[in-house]
């Protein structure tokens, strides 16, 4: 029995995955070769996808990207799978494909090779030690765990997990939530999704420690709807889950409960700002809240919520597994741990890279990233998502960690870097930012709702050269009033790409 | 209280909702000023309480922060960024800047943003003059908007008219949401919502609708709360501003909302509910806000009139002619058929003062006791039954007290309707987390509401209210969960045994009563338990209780509920009755009954006769004089001749209208005193003009017991206010009586009534309003009774056995009528069908169960006839489920409804207070209207006819002349 992988992941799929699957199944039909077809995740090297993994004595072997119309000339060298084989689309080895032997999976050691959707496949890959060891824990020495193991969040803000545990594992309430942001909106960011597809598990793990954690016993995974595959993938898990007692009553074998549901949003990027996910998880309107009170005092109707993005809580079951002193060895100044890191736009080798934080941005473009797929000179990149300062050639030689991204006036948000060549118009992308932010503001607070429009309409201004001068100053004082007086980061970050791509444009 | 119009002072955000708020202050530094404030507090609010005013635009002290304008900006050492005053709680030792240059250029720009899709038509707009948006851009010093108004905007957006009062201009928004959070949290509607987001976000009512297609309730909170011109009254649109105001009291229901009056001259150009007003704290309702149109309806009448019989046609006179031909007919009746022949019906829509003058002119002048009230026909039983349990007869809390409750038990009762103001705070405390038990055949708004849902409904039968009471606390007493330490200190024990053994009786318990109620026992045991273990439990009810034969007996169970659970005697807790009309606790407390002396002292004690025969120099009859049915009886009879009856429509309100009409035409002299020619008038023989609210000095006590001034905003469109008709009445009549101003009124009451003995103008002004009993013992008032001790000294279990009523649905009429009233219109309706309230309720409808109309063959909208042994009449038919199989229902408030001609005489039997809540009816589809009301018609054309030849009779006078 041949253990043959075609990745069932969104992005796999859209490249044709599902339709190599099917050919590979036929193929085994016609031939009668007994094959055992697993649908993983995928390891997150895109360019390769679809990546067809065949298991071996030495190990697992790729091909990739497979087509459909590849199939009738590659299926024996599939079912017959050798090592030494170089066919073109033959990778060899898999693990040792630099792209992946060189990076630090921690959140992302399992995704691609576990079937997603099996329970004994996580154990084995050691899925709920985690679990385990927290449930020999008191409440309060799990949140020093956290507080110890220096984790920050990982959807943007950076803020240090285990201090927000702490504050809801001391403010009493009957009830308590676990909130799960999963509404990962970014332009160019996938890191949440893959996990949720490749390894769904690690999520729901990573959750019931957080509650054990600080005392909560219902939790909500706030989902975007446009993520249909990982929805299915973590209902199933979640049912698996349940079924298997690592949820609801008695969770492994104990005294505690836990709860969890899946809630989907309904299109706003706005929902991913955690005080209006909460509005919309209320089923209100997606607004932003005024903080304080914080989420963590007073958030999901009124109770003291947890809120966290997808990575933080997945990296949670990693810590418990191998403790908050293991964690601390990856990273650099007060960033510990490691960054997803997702290579996106025009790039040859876009996918996730996941390594501690400090990389050097250059390496990711041209080691991991070989350059544009246009094959022009990369001319900007775009950190951090839609929010994020661009940054030109010569600020490339900079450390991927919060702290120095900060003092660049720059962001490495859920780490999402999106590649432009030279011929990116850089005045067009400061005026999308304006665009994104009147398309997305919740129109809550004066600055976000009225200032991104009027900052559309001036950029247009400055480029039909109408009083060009006195426009860019009506500009900047227009991104100082938005990034000051805005109500939350959405405002208040929108300057960030709009200054730095009009600061590239001025030295051009 | 006459002062200039300023718009009240706003501290930004609400008083701090922190747990040890009351007892813990946090001191900081705002611009250098060292200040104390409630832990909890914005820094907005303790700049303001320093006096030092940081701009703002979605901030208002009605409404939580919201934190969405930005205008408020501030700089606090050691904090990142610029925070916004309003959302930012102080904390101890703040340093916070609220002015400096950096503040000054963003507030600057971020209102630069705002104006830059706002209209600059301040010169030609309505709130010129009273605009938050105008005032905040003058102080952030904005010149210029850079950005043009080329750009995108909402200017052109269609201006919303569907409301009568009110006009929503979209084009002048600047989406603070203030409207919105109005109606979430003050009204408790959420009816208004931000629809779409970014720049196309704006205020949508419903579901995009318009505000009356919508659940608008046009309470007007939106209006209030918009700091623009987007929401604005047509008043002020067609009057402009106001420049200067009066503080008064308003004049419909019971709750006794304070208004600030805003003036033109002597035009009201608009009704603000006044911040400071206890009862209402500055919320109002779509009556009291906007329906105060009638006040100048041409249908005022403002001469006096006289006729010789009622087929006359109006003959306008002098008020000294009207006078005189007045006590000149009563004095000869009196002389022809004894004193006791005539008498007279003080209003509980006059002023305290008003109803002590008609009490006193009918002791002192008419030489009887023949004084009643309307609370005869509505919350007679509720004095009766608190009275004889607990020793007063008076609801025992504040409104404030429910926000203190736990459990709220409403039964016969409908506030979101009824008593909107109060219904919006229940609401409010109901989002807080407090549970609801309602009780009603009907399933009134409350059941299932915005973000309220009652813990139980009990749709019981009509008429089997004391069947229910009695099972609550059957279950209460056999499950051991009443509050024995309580009865033991509280109450007279002996009493409670005799209860205790009457009501351990399982025919008491609720499966037995289930076939009477219709209220499934494991519902009842569940709601009782509830009840009794929710910590602070409060009942209050409405005349669902009292209108029935059985009226006080269901008060005195609602009594021992409370008694039994130690519910009663703090805060949170008591029996409170919602009481109807504008002063229908004050007429009663001013003595306006045949058996009792101001202060519910008996008529037939000597000693309390002695305190009045002393002071009015005159000797007062010991004998109880006529209820207001007894004098039905006793005109149709022969032996009453006269009635002087004040701002009272009993032609209307009061039940089986053609017994009704009956005595009014037997009677010699009917005198009506009322702003209106209203039903009664029909019959009467002289017309007295009254003055509405506004055009008198005087108090009104609304249902918490709180006595408010009604101020002078107007002088009296026929000349004289309603107390100086009264006087003029009573010296024509030979009564010694004499006074320049209400406040000589008020202060002959404080002298001869123990419970008001500490109220004066002087008091209330200083005060603002003051809940009797205010004396030496209680010289602020009290808001809560029976703190230590009950006023009886011990709280008295009665014996409440029940005894059906004999209006019982049989075969002949199987349906069961109940009535009640709508939020839109007002009693009678002789004030609100003048106003355009009838937009939303212009005529009575009958509501009735769909399987019940399909037995009948009967479609919504069909005319039906509904008949009871009384008589019939005809309305057209809506199909609801908000009444049960078996109960139909419909309101009174337009005359040719009537309602009150198949109600039937039957009442309580402690007060005569009509069973108007349970008439056995058929109901049978017809085409045309009722006999009755055919007649009707055209004895109102007749009236209206003998009243339009009074302006001929005027115009030819005056062409004599």
């Known amino acids: 029995m041949l253990d043959i992988f075609v990745p069932a992941d969104t992005t796999a799929c859209a490249l044709g995955a599902d339709a190599v699957a099917a050919a590979v199944i036929t193929e085994a039909n016609i031939r009668k070769v007994e094959i055992n077809l697993i649908r993983n995740g995928s390891r997150g090297l895109f360019w390769l996808e679809p990546l067809v993994e065949i298991t071996t004595e030495q190990g697992r072997i790729g091909f990739g990207p497979v087509t459909v119309e590849h199939i009738p000339q590659l299926i024996n060298h599939i079912f017959e799978p050798d090592i030494t084989d170089n066919t073109a689309l033959c990778l060899g080895l898999i693990d040792q494909i630099p792209s992946l032997k060189n990076q630090q999976r921690v959140n992302f050691a399992r995704a691609g090779i576990i079937d997603p959707l099996s329970l004994k496949d996580y154990l084995a890959h050691g899925g709920y030690l985690g679990l385990q060891q927290a449930l020999t824990m008191t409440a309060e020495s799990m949140v020093d765990q956290v507080i110890a193991s220096g984790l920050r969040g990982r959807g943007g803000a950076a803020f240090p997990t285990g201090i927000k545990w702490r504050t809801v594992l001391e403010t009493p309430a009957e009830q308590k939530y676990i909130v799960c942001n999963a509404d990962e909106g970014d332009s160019g960011t996938f890191a949440d999704r893959l996990l949720m597809e490749a390894d769904p598990f690690q999520l729901i793990e990573g959750m019931t420690i957080a509650a054990l954690a600080v005392g909560a016993s219902q939790g909500y995974i706030y989902l975007r709807a446009e993520y249909p595959k990982a929805h299915r993938v973590l209902q199933q898990a979640i049912d698996l889950a349940y079924s298997n007692s690592y949820l609801g009553k008695n969770i492994a074998a104990s005294e505690h409960q836990f709860d969890l549901q899946i809630r989907l949003g309904a299109g706003a990027y706005i929902c991913g700002e955690e005080t209006a996910l909460l509005e919309s998880l209320e089923g209100k309107r997606g607004q932003v809240r005024a903080k304080p009170p914080l989420p963590a005092i007073s958030g999901l109707f009124g109770k003291p919520t947890m809120i966290n993005n997808v990575l933080t809580l997945a990296t949670v079951a990693s810590i418990f597994a191998r403790g908050a002193d293991w964690y601390k060895t990856f990273g650099c100044n007060r960033s510990v741990g490691t960054l997803a890191i997702q290579l996106a736009g025009n790039i040859a080798q876009g996918g996730l890279i996941e390594l501690a934080f400090g990389a050097n941005l250059r390496d990711i473009l041209v080691d991991f990233g070989g350059g544009t797929a246009t094959g022009k000179p990369i001319h900007a990149v775009q950190v951090g998502g839609p929010l994020g300062a661009y940054l030109a050639a010569s600020e490339w030689d900079i450390k991927l960690d919060y702290e120095t991204f900060n003092d660049a006036n720059a962001m490495l948000g859920h780490g999402g870097i999106v590649v432009f060549d030279d011929s990116v118009d850089m005045l067009q992308q400061a005026r999308f930012a304006m665009e994104f932010c009147a398309l997305e503001s919740c129109g809550k607070c004066t600055p976000c709702r009225i200032g991104s429009t009027r900052g559309i309409e001036v950029i247009d201004k400055i480029q039909q050269g109408e009083q060009p001068k006195q426009n860019l100053i009506l500009l900047e004082e227009l991104c100082d009033t938005m990034q000051y007086g805005s109500l939350c980061a959405m405002g208040g970050l929108t300057p960030m790409p709009v200054r730095s791509a009009i600061k590239h444009l001025k030295k051009r | ?961």
């Not at chain 2, 909702?17 to 820094?43: C, Y």
């Not at chain 2, 033991?488 to 318990?509: G, L, V």
């Not at chain 2, 008198?696 to 101020?711: I, Q």
């Not at chain 2, 005319?863 to 229902?889: C, D, E, F, M």
Request: charged share 20%; hydrophobic share 35%; aromatic share 6%.
């Open chain 2, 1 to 961: 209280m006459l002062q200039y119009f300023q718009p009240d002072k706003d501290l930004g955000t609400p008083t701090s909702s922190a747990a040890d708020a009351q007892n813990k202050t946090v001191g900081l530094t705002i611009d250098g000023v060292l200040t104390h404030v409630a832990v909890g507090t914005s820094v907005m609010r303790a700049a303001a309480q320093a006096g030092i005013k940081i701009p703002k635009l979605c901030a208002t002290d009605s409404l939580a922060a919201f934190g969405s304008c930005r205008i408020c900006l501030v700089e606090i050492e050691g904090q990142k960024g610029y925070p916004a005053a309003c959302t930012t709680p102080v904390q101890a030792n703040m340093v916070v800047t609220t002015q400096s240059d950096r503040i000054a250029s963003l507030r600057r720009n971020i209102m630069e943003l705002t104006i830059s899709d706002h209209p600059l038509d301040c010169l030609t707009c309505a709130t010129n003059g009273n605009c938050e948006l105008q005032d905040t851009a003058g102080e952030v010093g904005l010149r210029e908007v850079r950005y043009g108004f080329d750009g995108a905007n909402h200017l052109q957006a269609a201006k919303d008219q569907s409301n009568p009062y009110f006009t929503f201009d979209p084009a002048k928004c600047i989406v603070c949401s203030r409207c919105v959070r109005a109606c979430d949290e003050i009204q408790g509607t959420f009816a208004l919502s931000i629809e779409s987001r970014g720049f196309e976000a704006k205020v949508s009512a419903g579901q995009n609708q318009s505000f009356a297609d919508s659940d608008c309730v046009s309470c007007g909170a939106c209006v209030a709360a918009c700091p623009t011109a987007t929401l604005t009254e047509n008043t002020i649109i067609k009057s402009g501003q106001a420049e200067h105001s009066v503080i008064t009291t308003c004049a419909y229901c019971g709750v006794g909302c304070a208004f600030k009056a805003e003036m033109r001259g002597n035009t009201v150009v608009k009704m603000t509910p006044w911040k400071d007003g206890k009862a209402n704290q500055g919320h109002a309702c779509v009556k009291g806000r906007f329906a105060f149109g009638y006040v100048t309806h041409q249908d005022r009448i403002t001469t006096p009139m006289i006729r010789d019989n009622i087929d006359q046609p109006w003959q306008p006179v002098s008020w000294e002619q009207a006078f005189s031909f007045a006590a000149q007919r009563l004095r000869d009746i009196q002389a022809r058929h004894g004193k006791n022949s005539i008498g007279g019906i003080s209003s509980s829509r006059c002023t305290n003062e008003e109803v002590w003058l008609v009490q006193k002119m009918i002791r002192a002048g008419f030489g009887n006791n023949n004084i009643d009230t309307c609370a005869r026909v509505c919350h007679s039983p509720t004095g009766y039954g608190l009275k004889a349990t607990l020793g007063e007869s008076a609801g025992t809390q504040a409104f404030a007290s429910v926000d203190h409750t736990d459990l709220i038990m409403l039964m016969g009762a409908n506030p979101t309707d009824a008593h909107p103001v109060f219904g919006s705070r229940l609401k409010k405390r109901l989002r807080e987390g407090a549970k609801l038990i309602v009780v009603d055949p009907r399933k009134i708004a409350l059941v299932d509401a915005p973000h309220v849902k009652a813990a139980f409904h009990l749709q019981l039968r009509p008429g089997t209210n004391v069947a229910f009471i009695n099972a609550m606390a059957h279950v209460i007493v056999s499950e051991n969960i009443a509050n024995e330490s309580f009865i033991q200190d509280r109450c007279d024990t002996t009493a409670y045994q005799q209860w205790h053994e009457f009501i351990i009786d399982s025919k008491h318990s609720p499966e037995t009563t289930e076939d009477i109620t219709g209220i499934p026992a494991q519902q009842l045991r569940a709601a009782a338990r509830l009840f009794a273990s929710s910590g602070n439990s409060a009942i209050y009810y409405g005349l669902g209780v009292t209108e029935h034969s059985q009226g006080s007996t269901t008060v005195m169970g609602i009594a021992n509920l409370a008694m039994l659970t130690g519910n009663i005697g703090r805060e949170g807790v008591g029996v409170n009755p919602l009481r109807g009309q504008n002063n229908v606790q004050g007429s009663c407390d001013m003595g306006s009954f045949p058996h009792e002396l101001p202060g519910y002292r008996s008529v037939t004690d000597a000693s309390n006769r002695a305190i009045f025969e002393q002071d009015w120099g005159v000797s007062l009859d010991p004998e109880p004089g006529l209820r207001i049915p007894n004098m039905f009886d006793a005109a149709i009879d022969g032996s009453f001749k006269g009635l002087y009856c004040q701002g009272e429509d009993i032609a209307q309100s009061d039940p089986n209208t053609q017994h009704v009409e009956a005595a009014l035409l037997s009677l010699e002299c009917l005198i009506v005193q009322d702003i209106f020619l209203n039903e009664t008038a029909k019959y009467a023989h002289i017309f007295l003009p009254g003055s509405s609210f506004l055009e008198k000095d005087g108090t009104f006590t609304n249902a918490e017991r709180r006595v408010s001034r009604v101020r002078q905003a107007m002088p009296p469109k026929a000349g004289l206010a309603d107390w100086q008709t009264t006087l003029g009445l009573a010296k024509a009549l030979g009564v010694d009586m004499h006074y320049d101003h209400p406040s000589e009124i008020m202060a002959e009451i404080a002298r001869l009534t123990p419970t008001f003995a500490g109220f004066s103008y002087a008091r209330l002004d200083e005060l603002g309003s003051i809940q009797w009993p205010c004396n030496e013992a209680a010289p602020m008032g009290t808001a809560t009774l029976h703190i230590d001790t009950f006023v009886r000294g011990k709280g008295l279990f009665a014996v409440t056995e029940f005894t059906p009523t004999t209006e019982r649905a049989n075969r002949k009429y199987p349906l069961l009528l109940t009535t009640g009233r709508i939020l839109s219109q007002y009693n009678v309706g002789s004030q609100t069908r003048r106003t355009k309230n009838n937009q939303w309720h212009e005529e009575d409808r009958l509501e009735m169960h769909p399987s019940d109309a399909e037995q009948r063959g009967i479609n919504h909208g069909d005319w039906v006839g509904i008949s009871s042994r009384a008589g019939n009449t005809v309305l057209h038919v809506k199909l609801t489920h908000n009444v049960q199989p078996g109960v139909v229902y419909t309101t009174f408030h337009h005359p040719l409804s009537g309602a009150n001609v198949v109600t039937t005489d039957n009442s309580d039997w402690a007060t005569n207070c009509p069973e108007y809540k349970v008439t056995a009816v058929e109901i049978s589809k017809v085409l045309s209207p009722s006999k009755w009301q055919q007649r009707q018609q055209s004895f109102n054309n007749k009236q209206q006819s003998l009243l339009d030849q009074k302006d001929k009779t005027i115009a030819s006078n005056s062409h004599e002349q």
